[in-house]
């Protein structure tokens, strides 16, 4: 995945990106980045591997290093970011949110008929940025190339360019699949993909751009350089999962939203009578939590955290290069409550069951712990389908997917035909489903979210919502 934030000032702008950029952390954790402008030095920028030391730690500096009244930053879960680009339509910093899934085909198709070239990353890749910035390049123009770029891209890409004369272009990806904010101070204008981010900054809310708009921003200003589509697919992950509580997209806020999500999966509990004799309901920390709280208040049943993650010193379970050290930092991490565990019964909400590997072995505690039984519900419905337009999934193959796998045990490719059935808890194929994977991972029952429940608590309009990894419509 991945987050930027750009500002543009009267003052020095390298302080609110530092910090703005710093509030992006928990959307990625490869690579940091800041590019700024000073009328005196021109671009300047600066790229960190963040992957086993936070963004702030590794820029700490940055205030003795960079200077200028605009500035851009970007936390990547991909490639490093921002470049500096100097090309027929001027010297720029760009960073991107977004992926690309037929780059190796634009890089030949470019490569053919250019005459020019890319620079390689180990294996011979190109940095996506580098392949976003050179199709912008292809025309005469940041607006009509911004637009060409995202046409023929597979995927998705908002993109957040610092021009040489201290401006800033900001263009939402052509359907609107991720958020980008604008806020406004006295001394001028940030854009951010998180809206708490510039709020802690005394931002105030200016604009939410729409899907496909492009904006130009200086500190006296905003000029709308292409005027939003009417179609949207906004990520109903940004909700669920990968947002930040305190943020909002389209009026939304994330933590009301998944308490929403909570109470609506409570209700279906109620309705069918499914585990009725909990104890305790908490959460899978930490985005588990909140769905855990709205299923608490409206079933009734006492909240509770029977195992804390120690996070201080291991904030990050995949910071090693192995799996096997990944796997032995996460059971290092939970702490349980023996109190809240033993000879109880207990309902843990997750926020989603994607691999199912950690999920396992936190059952696996709970249970040499002295839990009595253990629930299990998902805030999403089962997930069936690989995410091919944001880069924040980390499946290699479609068959990782526990449902996925599920569903070949049981019938074998044939039945990838009626998935839509093993979505619904109601089918019988749907209970085959959920009743294979309580054996698997040792539940006393599972529940996922349904598609028409997890809708109704974002509040969105259906048709404005991508909800493609769990039915697979586009």
């Not at 009267?10 to 590019?35: E, K, M, P, Q």
């Not at 600066?46 to 290093?65: A, D, G, L, M």
């Not at 299923?295 to 955290?305: D, K, L, T, W």
């Amino acid at each position: 995945m991945g987050g930027f934030f750009g500002t543009v000032s009267r003052r020095d702008a390298i302080s609110d990106v530092f910090f703005g950029t710093d509030y992006h952390s928990h959307l990625g954790t490869r690579r940091g980045g800041i590019a700024a402008f000073d009328k005196e030095i021109g671009l300047q920028r600066e790229i960190h591997n963040i992957e086993n030391s936070p963004f702030r730690t590794k820029f700490e500096h940055v205030f003795e290093e960079m200077k200028g009244t605009s500035a851009i930053g970007c936390i990547s879960d991909s490639d490093p970011q921002p470049l500096l680009i100097r090309s027929n339509i001027g010297t720029y910093a760009i960073c991107v949110i977004g992926i690309v899934n037929n780059s190796e085909e634009l890089i030949k198709q470019y490569l053919s008929f250019s005459g020019g070239h890319f620079g390689v990353m180990t294996g011979g890749r190109v940095n996506s940025v580098e392949l976003i910035s050179a199709l912008i390049n292809q025309k005469s123009d940041f607006v009509d190339g911004i637009k060409f770029a995202q046409s023929v891209i597979d995927g998705s890409a908002s993109i957040l360019i610092l021009k040489e004369d201290g401006t800033l272009i900001a263009a939402r990806d052509k359907v609107g699949r991720l958020p980008v904010l604008i806020g406004k101070n006295d001394d001028g204008y940030c854009v951010s993909f998180e809206s708490f981010a510039y709020k802690k900054l005394e931002y105030q809310d200016e604009k939410e751009l729409g899907p496909g708009e492009i904006v130009e921003i200086s500190a006296s200003g905003i000029k709308q350089l292409a005027k939003p589509g009417k179609e949207m697919r906004i990520c109903s992950f940004l909700w669920s999962y990968y947002g930040y509580p305190t943020s909002n997209y389209e009026g939304v806020n994330v933590e009301v939203m998944r308490y929403r999500n909570g109470e609506i999966m409570a209700q279906h509990d109620k309705e069918v009578k499914n585990a009725e004799n909990v104890d305790y309901v908490g959460g899978v920390p930490d985005s588990g939590t909140p769905h855990a709280i709205g299923y608490a208040n409206a079933s009734g049943i006492p909240f509770a955290r029977p195992f804390i993650k120690y996070t201080p010193t291991w904030p990050r379970s995949f910071m090693p290069t192995h799996q096997t050290d990944r796997d032995k930092i996460a059971k290092m991490k939970q702490i349980p409550v023996h109190e809240l565990i033993t000879d109880k019964n207990l309902l843990f909400v997750d926020d989603s069951i994607v691999r199912g590997t950690q999920l396992k072995e936190t059952v696996e505690f709970l249970y040499a712990n002295g839990a009595k039984s253990v629930h299990m519900r998902s805030a999403c419905p089962p997930i069936m389908y690989g995410c091919k337009y944001l880069n924040f999934s980390r499946s290699t193959s479609e068959m990782e997917l526990i449902a996925r796998r599920v569903i070949m045990e049981l019938e074998g490719e044939e039945g990838f035909k009626y998935i839509e059935e093993y979505s619904d808890s109601s089918t019988e194929r749907g209970q085959n489903l959920r009743k294979a994977i309580c054996e698997k991972f040792n539940f006393a029952s599972l529940e996922f979210q349904s598609l028409e429940g997890i809708i109704k608590a974002i509040g969105i309009e259906p048709c404005k919502l991508c909800t493609y990894c769990w039915n697979g419509k586009e």
